[in-house]
């Protein structure tokens, strides 16, 4: 499911497993914040351990927990945010999510609802990678007003555009 090599956080006991060489904070591959566990007071002991991540994997944690991430773990490669249906997706618009994304950037099933929708990606201005959305339902609006490329594939699937006013902005800028 994740890369092998992966550091997996579900709750507080995997990261007191984390061990420091040399007392220094670790550069990972592949981050994986997973599940309802993984609250805004584990991710703040994630960045005691952890200094950034090549990629990072959001998988059914809250909102507001995978945007506490950014600013405290520097992110160079993909990020995808996957089955993150609970709560409100308005807590990332105050996410530092980096402007150029180094490869993927993928939103799938992913409830895209309140009322800057994901605002945090509204900084983007590259994503090397592909581009995904796949979501069934977007009630906000999704503007990726900065955005100026996108290096592989635009990829929409299932989305139900238009529903309680939501729809995806500036895709044709680029």
């Given at each position: 499911m994740y890369p092998e090599g992966s550091v997996i956080i579900t709750?507080?006991?995997?990261?007191?497993?984390?061990?420091?060489?040399?007392?220094?904070?670790?550069?990972v591959e592949n981050l994986v914040l997973r599940?309802?566990?993984?609250?805004?007071?584990?991710?703040?002991n994630v960045q005691t351990k952890i200094k950034?991540?090549?990629?990072?994997?959001c998988d059914g944690c809250s909102f507001a927990a995978c945007a506490n991430i950014f600013?405290?773990?520097?992110?160079?490669g993909s990020i995808s945010f996957k089955n993150?249906?609970?709560g409100t997706s308005q807590y990332l618009n105050t996410a530092k999510?980096?402007?150029?994304?180094?490869?993927?950037?993928?939103?799938?099933?992913?409830r895209i609802h309140?009322?800057?929708?994901?605002?945090?990606?509204?900084?983007?201005?590259?994503?090397?990678?592909?581009?995904?959305?796949?979501?069934e339902v977007i009630t906000a609006s999704v503007a990726f007003i900065s955005l100026k490329k996108v290096g592989g594939n635009l990829v929409v699937d299932g989305a139900r555009l238009g529903f309680n006013g939501g729809r995806l902005c500036n895709l044709d800028q680029w």
């Amino acid at each position: 499911m994740y890369p092998e090599g992966s550091v997996i956080i579900t709750n507080q006991a995997d990261i007191d497993k984390i061990v420091l060489p040399d007392g220094n904070l670790l550069a990972v591959e592949n981050l994986v914040l997973r599940g309802a566990d993984v609250t805004n007071e584990v991710l703040a002991n994630v960045q005691t351990k952890i200094k950034s991540t090549v990629n990072l994997y959001c998988d059914g944690c809250s909102f507001a927990a995978c945007a506490n991430i950014f600013g405290s773990v520097a992110v160079t490669g993909s990020i995808s945010f996957k089955n993150m249906c609970n709560g409100t997706s308005q807590y990332l618009n105050t996410a530092k999510i980096p402007t150029t994304i180094g490869g993927d950037l993928t939103i799938e099933n992913v409830r895209i609802h309140g009322w800057k929708g994901l605002g945090g990606i509204d900084t983007i201005e590259e994503i090397k990678g592909n581009l995904t959305i796949a979501t069934e339902v977007i009630t906000a609006s999704v503007a990726f007003i900065s955005l100026k490329k996108v290096g592989g594939n635009l990829v929409v699937d299932g989305a139900r555009l238009g529903f309680n006013g939501g729809r995806l902005c500036n895709l044709d800028q680029w």
